[in-house]
C-alpha cells in the first residue's frame, strides 16, 4: 500500500502542474513586448509616412487596418470582484478521486487481503467473525467476485451452515457452471442441508464433477459415501476404490479409504481378516509403456507423476487403470495390467486403449495440474512386452 500511495502523491503533483502552468506562463509574457502595443506603434509610425505623402485613401485604409487588428476591449470588472481561484480544483478532484477509488476500486479488497494474510491460530474468534461480516458486506458489492465467494463456502461448510454454504455455492455455480470442484461442493453442501439425503439434482452434479475431472475427490468421496449409507456397499467400493488408487500407498488417507473399503466389504460378507487395500486381480494382458525425458526437462524429484489408461472407444475419460509414481523415478519403463485396474475394470477387457502420463508439481492428478504431459494413440492390451514409447512434453505445447 506505501507504493500504491506513494504513485498517488506522484501522480496528484503532476496534475497539479496543470493548475500552476497557466499562471507562470501568464507572467512570462508580462515581461515581454505586447504584440498589440507593436503594432500599434508600427501603425503610427507608416501612417506618419503617408501624411508625408500627402496620400489621403491610403491613410484611409490604414484606420481600416488598425481597426480589424484591434484586440477585443476587456470586459470590465466590477471593483472587489475576484476570478474563481483554479487551485481550489486541485485538493477538490484529489479528494473526489480518493471517494471514488475507496467506493468502487480495489482498496477494499487490498485490506481484506492483508486481514485475511495476518489472522493466525492466535486470532480470536470475535476477530474471525468481524473478517467474515466484511467478506459478506464486499461480496455483496461485488457479486462475480469468485475468491469470495469460495472463502464464505468454506467458511460456512466448517461452521456445519449448510444451507448458506449451499446458498453461496449456487451462487459460485452460476459463474463457473462447469467447475468441478465448485460442482462437488454445491453436492456436498446440499447432502449435508438435505440431511445426509443425496437428492437427484445433487447426485447430478456430483456425477457432472467427476465427468468434468474424472480424480475428483470430494465427488467420489460422496457418492461412495451415499451409496454406503443406502446399503449399495459395492458402489460405495467403486467409488472407494478409484479413491484409493490415488492415494500414496501406506498413507494415512489410502489407509482410512482401504478401512472404509473394508467395512462395505464385511457388509456384503466377505471375508476381510484386516482393513487393508483390497486384493488386487492377476496381471492378465496389459500395456508396457517407456516414459521418456526430452532432454533439458526441468521435474521435480517430488512431482507426481501419473500413468493410466482409458477406454479408447468411450466418451468418459475415467482411468481404469494407474500408476503413481515420483518425478526422481523418471525415465521409466513400467507394465499397466489388471493389477492396476481399478473400479473394478480390468485393462485386459477393453479393445483399445489410450495411455497417458500427467506429471504435477501439487500432486492432483488431471490435466488442468500438470506441467508435463504426454499420451498414446490406441493401442490393444496384450501379454507382449513390446512398450509403448512415450516422450514428456511441457503442457501447451
Known sequence: MTGFYGICAALLLASALFYLLPPLRRRHWAGEEDPAQANLAWLRQRRR???ESGDADLEDDLRLRLLEEAPPAPVAVPPGARGFPAWILLPAVALLSALLYHQLGA?????????????????SPAELRQLIDRIEQRAAQRPDNLHYLALLGRHYMGQEDYARARDTYEGLLQLVPDDAQALAYA??????????????AARLRAEQAIAADPHQRTALGLLGMAAFEHGDYRGAIV?????LAMETPDSAGARMIADVVARARQQ?????????????????????????LPEGAAIGPDDTVFVLARDAGGSSRMPIAVQRLSGRELPVTLRLDD????????ISEFARVVVAVQVSPGGQPGEDNASWLAESAPVPPSDSGQPVELELRPRGS
Open 49 to 51: 509616412e503617408l501624411a
Open 107 to 123: 482498496a477494499p479488497d487490498v485490506v481484506l487481503a492483508r486481514q485475511m494474510a495476518a489472522l493466525g491460530p492466535d486470532s
Open 187 to 200: 453436492a456436498q453442501a446440499d447432502y449435508l442441508a438435505s440431511g445426509r439425503e443425496l437428492r437427484p
Open 239 to 243: 467409488y472407494w476404490e478409484r479413491l
Open 268 to 292: 456384503l460378507g466377505e471375508d476381510v481378516a484386516v482393513a487393508s487395500p483390497p486384493q488386487q486381480p492377476a496381471a492378465g494382458a496389459g500395456i508396457t509403456v517407456r516414459v521418456r
Open 339 to 346: 493389477s492396476n485396474s481399478m473400479a473394478g475394470r480390468r
